[in-house]
């Protein structure tokens, strides 16, 4: 299932601006992203994150942290959600 605002009001901001770690950064590299897929418990809290795809693991820790933000609604089972997650420089 995919993730939208109505499931989680505050997903466009948690996502809006990530920026990548300064060690890629350091590196070179200018873009990233990530996919990754995790559990909404009926609570509405993301749980068991799983990195499906990332450009580097640093990137893949920055999404995780800024999922673990999210704020959701509750539901009457969990739901298993995937999310694609975009890094850039401004």
């Keep these: ?17 990530l920026e990548l770690p300064r060690s890629v950064v350091q590196s070179g ?11 909404l418990q009926p609570s509405g809290q993301p749980t068991d994150f799983v990195v ?3 450009s580097s693991r640093e990137l893949a820790a ?3 942290r800024a999922l673990e933000d999210l704020k959701c609604a509750p539901s009457a089972r969990p739901r298993q959600v995937r999310v694609p997650v975009s890094f850039k420089i401004d």
């Design 1 to 17: 299932e995919a993730l939208s605002s109505s499931m989680c009001a505050n997903y466009p901001l948690v996502l809006q601006g």
């Design 29 to 39: 590299v200018r873009r990233g992203d990530a996919v990754l897929e995790f559990t």
């Design 52 to 54: 499906l795809r990332s």
């Design 62 to 64: 920055q999404a995780v």
